[in-house]
């Protein structure tokens, strides 16, 4: 029987937690963040598909020991390692698949996605395969309706699938502070803002700090901006928010002309799911992770093991 990813790796953690770690079902649940009814469903399938033998096999293909370690390294509550893919074009679409995996996976009816934006989410939505009866909800993070609805360059936005879509009625950068501080005091923007955290899970991605970068390509900011945010040691930014490589968030102009929720909420939350990875957004994932921001990322090998070498010489 063949399977995706994303359940071949569900299988082994499963099977490895409850005949290796001797962990309960009902603590496997727990850990995981599925049903115990699943985790003896799982189970059986570990035994009728062979992965339960003498040893539990793909140890090295799915990369539960450097999840583990990960975990341990960072502190984090969760982790999805994928193989990474030969072509390095093809990894973010990669990703993206495997976050649309884990979010199919952990979606219950009538729950409320927290939507950041850029090419990564763009595709997790996408690839996301839940029916329209689950009832399942959006609402957005940051301004910027067009990007979200009406952007070209996602011809399909997957956005049909969802019970109600939830966008913040302004742009993503207003052109003064005093303007974003007219926007940010409107009532249906504080309701949408509201809303967002209120999500059961919110999805982001991390942007690098390079000229194809998606804030550069969407022309949030130009070129020359950028190149001055990272005279002030910026690596990365979530939602716009640019941070150093410890996590702190750089006081910069623009900042305060964002629409959104400020990324130091989700250091707040327990639920934020990051799309990264790429030689290019190395540094700027592990700024997200020192801050805090992430709660489970996902990620490749070669992005994954860049992390863990970059974690043992600071």
Request: charged share 20%; proline share 4%; aromatic share 8%.
């Amino acid at each position: 029987m063949t399977h995706d990813s994303y359940t071949e790796n569900l299988l082994i953690k499963v099977a490895w937690y409850y005949y290796k770690d001797n962990l309960t079902q009902n603590e496997i649940a727990s850990l995981l963040g599925i049903s115990r009814t699943k985790v003896v469903r799982l189970l059986e399938r570990a035994r009728v598909e062979g992965i339960v033998q003498f040893q539990i096999k793909g140890m090295e293909t799915n990369g539960l020991t450097m999840e583990k370690e990960f975990i341990k390294a960072f502190s984090l509550p969760h982790v999805f390692i994928i193989p990474t893919p030969p072509n390095e074009k093809d990894l973010n679409d990669s990703l993206s698949r495997a976050a649309a995996q884990y979010l199919n996976h952990k979606l219950q009816p009538e729950d409320l996605i927290g939507l950041g934006w850029g090419r990564a989410v763009s595709r997790t939505v996408d690839y996301l395969s839940m029916e329209p009866s689950c009832h399942v909800s959006v609402v957005t993070l940051t301004g910027g309706v067009n990007y979200y609805l009406h952007n070209r360059n996602f011809q399909d936005r997957g956005m049909e699938k969802f019970q109600h879509i939830h966008v913040i009625p302004a742009p993503f950068l207003a052109s003064t502070e005093e303007m974003a501080e007219s926007f940010l005091s409107e009532p249906s923007i504080e309701e949408i803002l509201a809303l967002g955290r209120l999500s059961k899970y919110i999805l982001v991605g991390i942007g690098g700090i390079c000229p194809d970068a998606t804030i550069i390509q969407e022309e949030k900011m130009t070129l020359n901006e950028l190149t001055f945010i990272k005279r002030q040691q910026a690596v990365g930014d979530i939602l716009g928010q640019f941070f150093d490589r410890d996590g702190k968030v750089i006081d910069l102009p623009h900042h305060k002309r964002l629409i959104g929720q400020p990324i130091s909420t989700l250091a707040s939350m327990k639920n934020v799911i990051a799309v990264a990875g790429g030689e290019k957004k190395v540094e700027a994932i592990l700024g997200a992770l020192k801050g805090g921001y992430v709660h489970t990322l996902i990620t490749d090998e070669t992005t994954a093991l860049s992390l863990l070498q970059m974690e043992v010489k600071r």
